[in-house]
T-cell receptor, first 109, second 117 residues
Framework: GQNIDQPTEMTATEGAIVQINCTYQTSGFNGLFWYQQHAGEAPTFLSYNVLDGLEEKGRFSSFLSRSKGYSYLLLKELQMKDSASYLCAVTDGDYKLSFGAGTTVTVRA | GAVVSQHPSRVICKSGTSVKIECRSLDFQATTMFWYRQFPKKSLMLMAT?????????EQGVEKDKFLINHASLTLSTLTVTSAHPEDSSFYIC?????????????FGPGTRLTVT
């Protein structure tokens, strides 16, 4: 089975940095995704990690430690438009995704 | 980038009727499509995996006779909610993936909001 945990909510100030943690226990692992989802919309791809280490893409970075079953998404220079739900998802290699419950990030002025 | 469309974006139907939702990959061939449902403030729950030309694989607890999935071509999969009930009201999202190359991400459709009255 799949067990993916992430915090329910986080609040941060515009311009600040926020780190969203995700821990997972899965029967198979072939990569971890982070998606952003605004209310009422479909998820949009942010990052994919399959090897240990940090992947940086603009204001967003994602880290993976396979031995610890741990990942985080780092959002820098927060903007109001970053207020959204952030979903951690693990794939078993067959393109099947198991999602965490999502972390709602609220950015305040 | 890859584009996946869904139709309709919103639908309201009466209890007992059936409603069909289409998922199309617009600029690539999707050998595999996935159907998810999402309740308010909850994460996506995988309902079934749809492979072109074969029967869908349903997740545990999902009624295959109620949620009929057809993947007739490499660019189209349909989900039919049969004999809909108010508890079927949800946000249904499809995604498409291709086995070509080493692309691992799924491309999500914009979702369909189903309301059963």
């Amino acid at each position: 089975g799949q067990n993916i945990d992430q915090p329910t909510e986080m609040t941060a100030t515009e311009g600040a940095i926020v780190q969203i943690n995700c821990t997972y226990q899965t029967s198979g692992f072939n990569g971890l995704f982070w998606y952003q989802q605004h209310a009422g919309e479909a998820p949009t791809f942010l990052s994919y990690n399959v090897l240990d280490g940090l992947e940086e893409k603009g204001r967003f970075s994602s880290f993976l430690s396979r031995s610890k079953g741990y990942s985080y998404l780092l959002l820098k220079e927060l903007q109001m438009k970053d207020s959204a739900s952030y979903l951690c998802a693990v794939t078993d290699g067959d393109y099947k995704l198991s999602f965490g419950a999502g972390t709602t990030v609220t950015v305040r002025a | 980038g890859a584009v996946v469309s869904q139709h309709p974006s919103r639908v309201i139907c009466k209890s007992g009727t059936s409603v069909k939702i289409e998922c199309r990959s617009l600029d690539f061939q999707a050998t595999t499509m996935f159907w998810y449902r999402q309740f308010p403030k909850k994460s996506l729950m995988l309902m079934a995996t749809s492979n072109e030309g074969s029967k869908a694989t349903y997740e545990q607890g999902v009624e295959k006779d109620k949620f009929l999935i057809n993947h007739a071509s490499l660019t189209l999969s349909t989900l039919t909610v049969t004999s809909a009930h108010p508890e079927d009201s949800s946000f249904y999202i499809c995604s498409a993936a291709t086995l070509a190359g080493d692309v691992k991400e799924q491309y999500f459709g914009p979702g369909t909001r189903l309301t059963v009255t």
